[in-house]
């Protein structure tokens, strides 16, 4: 039969379609350029910077062509393009990419701390000691800087951080007798039950799949999951005792259904915090204005407090979020780029306005310490100086926090062992342990030395 | 490829003896003839044959992000044959499909019949509107079905707390196999439903004829003659169905964003080597996991045609 043929035939056809489509995959290598170690002179930076110049900055905050506008005012000959490949992990596939084939990289890119580690791995980031990085440490705060700059090395001018606070629903928590926002741990639980019982909202929610947060959490606990020496030597230890203190307390108020665990910034999540599912969300300073956005109609309900902490009378927090701009080693006008990301977070005017119209929480001194930032009273939150709040949260965030240089991998692979077990009401602790098992493992067949 | 058989086939041998004087005309319709299939194979080399090659050649290497690339032999193969997670991810296409593919080509051959009849009122609308869901692309159809299944504010959730039923979580690890197979069968019903219509409406309608005289009534006919007679397609739409369900990846990859709890980095085959690639950065094992899922759809579509040849056969014989 000839109809049978044909469809045997195209069956054929797809088959090895299939195949082919299948076992599509991008790879190759790529070289890189060594940098230069020599200081830059004065000479040469205004050389640089008086040379017409095209850059390239990939970075995804948004409205930053009005900062970059100020750095053309003030260097006419540099025309910079700005471009936006994609928000987080689509934006680092890309810049990967790009430097893996050797070409189409831009001279800036915005790259989170979490992530400097794994382009400093691949030589991909330029050392800007040269440049005259080192004398700008000041203007930032120390945790920030040492996010940028681990060792002897600068890879990046940071941008913005997230030191961690508590925002919360002031009316939900008074009507169920509290008057005061819990200052340790051990009061959130107690508050936790009062919450629960008396409104029934849940006092706030830990995302089941957000490592971010939950990473924050040890960070205050004082845990040091992550280490890398720049090198070749790793140290993975997300199963010490600190991180299963904290991975016990979250399991114990699941397991109560005093946490809830939806997935976070997610429709249903949006929902819960406007309709008062949730009476609170422990979150970044960048949370206050998002939360804004999200939940309007509660304006005027909330407000923000430190963490709560684990011994009375400390005051420590951890960080979640934030990014820095670094300069790509490939760039072939290092000097001009490295003018470009100190200026739109070193120089006064530009940085105020990252904090002041995109909203990004500052790392750096002089706006932290500026009437115009920190004396701002927000409605939402009940006239409060929420601003002024964090800059002083900002100073207790633990200095010495490290990532891996794979972190892509640990944020996937905490899903998988971490994140199934929250969303199941789980046992935390216990998946810590699968979870340091996966890092290990995979750290050792990439051929790291573990510590 | 099964072309160059065919063609050859199909030349008479009858032109044996004077082998050597094949006429002018013959041999330029040759030239011509390879001329216009050229194109095709250029694009064919260029685009499907050397990223195979090329791919194939990654799998046999090993990429560390410390101490580079190097040649690793099999041992990417070897690897993902014990891996628990490609493994599992196999194994739940395989289930998938064994539910989903019956359950889709059922509902599609139903409706091809039912059209076919021309019984059915509006059956030019019908057709339409069946096959509209193919026409919406995959990324906007799970979109819309993750807003549907939504536990909150989703309408099914709403209209079945409104009744009194609960919430159902369409979204948990344990349901979220059975609402990807609802998204598929929703978006391909119309597809297979065309391709079995059309066959039916290839049948000589002699054969209707003969099977009246018979007497046989409408499902008799459709049973006992339809059926049989477009066999080759439902066969085809068999096989495109086993190599969509392997193939699986817009689906999950989307739901992820949603459900990221239910669907893990390893879901479908396909997912996993995403992930592998982009992810974990082991470009090279992701490309041996690319070949092997490759081969399995092979097997398993070969199968399937030999077992149907083997039935074809059997009752040609009887």
Redesign the interface.
């Known amino acids: ?1 000839s ?25 190759g ?1 790529g070289g890189d350029e060594a940098a230069t170690t020599d200081d830059i002179t004065a000479e040469q930076r205004e050389e640089a910077l008086s040379t017409p110049t095209e850059l390239t900055f990939w970075t995804w905050v948004p409205d930053i062509e009005n900062q970059v506008a100020l750095f053309e005012e003030t260097y006419p000959e540099i025309d910079v393009t700005v471009e936006n490949v994609g928000q987080g ?1 689509p934006h680092y ?1 890309k810049l ?1 990419s790009a430097l893996e084939a050797g070409e189409g990289a831009p001279d800036v890119a915005q790259i989170e701390y979490q992530y400097i580690p794994s382009f400093v ?2 030589e991909a980031l330029l050392d800007l000691t040269p440049y005259g990085a080192s004398e700008i440490e000041d203007d930032y705060v120390g945790w920030a800087w040492n996010q940028v700059a681990p060792g002897e090395q600068v890879w990046g001018i940071p941008q913005d951080v997230g030191p961690m606070g508590n925002l919360y629903r002031e009316d939900l928590l008074t009507q169920a007798g509290i008057t005061e926002p819990p200052a340790t741990w051990e009061e959130y639980a107690t508050a936790a039950r009062a919450v629960k019982d008396t409104t029934g909202s849940y006092i706030s929610n830990l995302g ?2 957000q490592a971010g947060q939950l990473i924050g959490f040890m960070w205050q606990r004082g845990a040091k999951p992550f280490g890398y020496d720049g090198e ?1 030597t790793v140290s993975i230890d997300v199963n010490s005792d600190e991180a299963k203190e904290v991975a016990t307390y979250w399991t114990d108020l699941i397991q109560e259904d005093l946490i809830s665990v939806d ?1 976070d910034f ?3 999540w949006y ?2 915090l406007a309709s008062g599912k949730y009476a609170g969300w422990l979150t970044a300073a960048w949370g206050p204005v998002f939360l804004q956005g999200t939940a309007e109609s509660t304006s005027g309900l909330w407000r923000a407090a430190p963490l709560p902490q684990w011994e009375e009378g400390d005051n420590v927090s951890g960080n979640w979020g934030g990014s820095s701009d670094a300069v790509l080693a490939s760039s072939e006008n290092p000097i001009a780029a490295y003018e470009l990301a100190k200026f739109i977070n070193n120089d006064d005017a530009s940085a105020l306005s990252l904090a002041t119209e995109q909203f990004l929480f500052p790392p750096q001194t002089s706006v932290l310490e500026n009437a115009e930032f920190a004396d701002q009273e927000s409605e939402f939150y009940g006239g409060q100086k929420v601003n002024e709040l964090f800059s002083e949260i900002s100073d207790t965030v633990d200095t010495e926090f490290q990532w891996l ?2 972190m ?2 640990v944020y ?1 692979s905490y ?2 062992t971490i ?2 077990v ?3 009401k789980g046992d935390i602790a216990a998946a810590l342990d699968d979870w340091q098992d996966q890092l290990v493992s ?1 750290a050792e ?4 030395t573990v510590e | 490829m099964s072309h160059p058989t065919a063609l050859r086939a199909e030349r008479p041998s009858a032109t044996a003896p004077p082998r050597r004087r094949v006429s002018t005309t013959k041999r330029k319709q040759n030239i011509a003839a390879y001329l216009f299939i050229l194109p095709f194979f250029v694009i064919f080399l260029a685009m499907l044959v050397v990223p195979l090659v090329y791919s194939g050649y990654l799998s046999l290497f090993e990429s560390r992000l410390i101490g580079g690339e190097a040649f690793a032999g099999l041992a990417n193969y070897s690897r993902a044959l014990q891996d628990p997670q490609f493994l599992s991810s196999v194994g739940r296409v395989g289930l998938f499909l064994l539910i989903q593919v019956p359950i889709m080509l059922g509902i599609a051959l139903v409706l091809a019949l039912v059209l076919d009849t021309g019984r059915a009122g509006g059956s030019k609308a019908g057709r339409l509107l069946i096959f509209i869901p193919y026409a919406v692309p995959a990324v906007v159809a799970t979109l819309m079905w993750g807003y549907l299944y939504g536990p909150d504010f989703g309408p099914i959730a709403q209209v079945s707390r409104a009744v009194g039923l609960g919430t159902p979580d369409f979204l948990s690890p344990e349901n979220i196999l059975g609402s990807l197979i609802n998204i598929v069968t929703w978006e391909f019903i119309g597809y297979n439903m065309i391709i079995i219509y059309a066959a039916l409406r290839s049948i000589p309608p002699e054969l209707y004829e003969a099977a009246e005289i018979d007497g046989a009534g409408p499902i008799r006919t459709a049973w006992s003659v339809k059926i049989p007679a477009v066999r080759p397609a439902i066969v085809l739409t068999i096989i495109f169905s086993i190599i969509g369900s392997f193939q699986l990846f817009a689906e999950p990859s989307l739901l992820n964003a949603i459900a990221p709890d239910a669907i893990t980095n390893s879901f479908t085959p396909n997912y996993y080597a995403y992930n592998l690639a982009f992810i974990n950065r082991e470009l090279n094992y992701a490309a041996a996991i690319a070949f092997l899922l490759g081969i399995v759809i092979a097997v398993i579509s070969y199968v399937v045609q030999l077992s149907e040849q083997r039935r074809e056969r059997r009752e040609g014989a009887m």
């Open positions: 039969m109809a049978s043929r044909t469809a045997r035939k195209l069956g054929v056809i797809v088959v090895v379609g299939a195949l082919a489509l299948t076992a599509c995959s991008p790879g290598g992990l596939q990967r791995l691949s089941a799949t070749q997935v997610q429709d249903q929902q819960g240089p794979f892509e991998y996937s899903e998988e994140g199934t929250i969303a199941e995979y067949s990439q051929g790291f």
